[in-house]
């Protein structure tokens, strides 16, 4: 699962967004796309799953050595889980018409004041520069 493009209809995006493990695997294709988990703050390639935490964990020594999916990307500092965050994009990808705060605040079960922040974050990481480049996951 590399893309939105395998999830076709609404039914099977909310199956395969409500198993967390599947949205961290998604999250990590799209950030480490060979695979490879690297430390966000020293770069090293040999980390650690933290299986029941559900992040991992740098074998340096240094502050903020456990690190999550969310770390470095536009999900991170926000409360709300990867299955909210993935669903508003493939809503934001999907919905022809656009899709407003207070529909995505109705369907995922956020406030509308939540959903307006996901949409500007997630707005702006799709946002085209003048090369035609796509934004990407990783926070400006």
Known sequence: ?????NIRTLQQAIIEFSNPDKCIEYVVSMRWPDGVVICPI????DVTWLLTQ????CKSKHA??????????IFEDSPLGLDKWLMTAW?????KNGVSSYE????I????KSA??????LRLAMKSDDSGMRGDLVAP
Do not use: E, H, Y
């Open 1 to 5: 699962m590399n893309d939105f493009a």
């Open 116 to 121: 307006w922040f996901m949409l500007q974050r």
């Open 64 to 73: 903020k050595r456990q690190f999550s999916a969310k770390v470095g990307t």
């Open 54 to 57: 559900r992040k991992w964990q």
């Open 104 to 107: 995505i605040s109705r369907n």
């Open 109 to 112: 079960g956020v406030t509308q």
């Open 91 to 95: 809503m934001i990808v999907n919905c």
């Open 42 to 45: 020293c770069g090293r390639n």
